[in-house]
């Protein structure tokens, strides 16, 4: 098939699934046609070595990758936000017709920055069959004090989408839910949930600096790897491991926008068992995985985030790592049917001090049983080549369809 795609992101940039998903096709031998912008996240400026220009197209055998010029201010604001989104789809407007013009499907990886340029492309191509792989449905975060009315329009061309595509794939099951609710048919609506890069998220062996990086004794640790904000809520893991002192450690890997609250906090209650490790290169992440006993999956209780599958938790069980879950919905119902691991409710730092303290009583070979389940899980589900397959199907399930 001549397959097209659409992102706001894509590599160099870390966004994986389109990447990986554009290389694969290729290597499958379809025609791939990518549209995308030029890369500037998350510091909000274009790379270095990088010039914004509309004629920017680079080739490999059956892959074409072309990018437009976006606004890209370095502000984190939700007017900057709006603005870069804005621009991509007046950018594709200009660019999209011609260069997508006699793709036989074309697959759009959405996020809300993706809305309204998808809203364009379906407009201009008009039989062009597609496939939204939906990623994230909450744009009230977009909302701002200078931007009080945009997050009504960048939800209304969200669900304009839905209803156009010709099918909604979504990447956790209580998505779908949420899709139906915008006048999606339900025979429209399919799960293809994340997958990781397994050419970096693997078992093996920690090294001895993993090993010293992560732990002091003999104790139980627990990891929590990745972005310290609002949606994780690691608040509750601290007052959790204070509880108990004498029993785990708690190690903090990363940094974000909660990060200063998150350390005020520990030092507060004099946590001498929390620890902050600053944000490290993916590459070295499985070893650190593997020096710690689990790794710890948070996501507050917030109606929003219980169809969200934060993607640690795929790495974790592709690296085989049992983990420890304080979330809702579709993370825990995960983590539960694998038996990779314990849960419990989000937001509730005692509940989730008697997982802690039951985790550091399982031994290490229920331990390692643990990750094995979950790696065996992750490669039945998410794997990459799970989730290729079930776009790949959809792709020329939707062309086929269009033709008749």
Known sequence: MRIGILSYHFPPEPAFIPGSLAEELAARGHEVRVLTGFPDYPGGHVYPGWRQRWRHVTRSERLTVRRVPRYAGGDASARARMAGYLSFAGSVALVGRRYLADVDVLYVFQLPATAFATAALLRMLGQVPTVLHVQDLWAEEEHGPDLPHRPGRLLTAMRR??????????????????VLADGVP???????????????????????????????????????????????????????????DDRMDLV???SGAQERRVRGLAAELRARNVRFVERRSPLDMPEL???ADYQLIMLRDLPELRGSVPAKLQAALACARPVVASAGGDTVELVERARAGLSCP????????????????????????????????????????AGVDRIEELLREVAVGRRR
Do not use: K
């Open 161 to 178: 989408v839905h209803r156009e595509a010709d099918v909604v794939a979504v990447a956790a099951p209580s998505m779908r839910d949420l």
């Open 186 to 244: 339900p025979e429209r609506v399919r799960v293809v949930l994340n997958w990781t890069d397994e050419r970096i998220f693997q078992p093996v062996r920690p090294g001895r600096a993993a090993q010293g990086l992560v732990r002091r004794d003999g104790r139980c640790v627990v990891m929590h790897a990745g972005t310290i904000g609002a949606r994780q809520g690691l608040e509750t893991a601290v007052r959790a491991a204070v509880a108990l």
């Open 252 to 254: 903090l890997v990363g």
């Open 289 to 291: 995985y593997a020096a």
């Open 346 to 385: 989000p937001e509730d730092w005692a509940t989730l001090a008697d997982r802690f303290w039951l985790a550091s009583t399982i031994p290490a070979a229920a331990r390692m049983e643990m990750g094995r389940r979950g790696r065996e899980a992750y490669l039945r589900e998410m794997s990459l080549r």
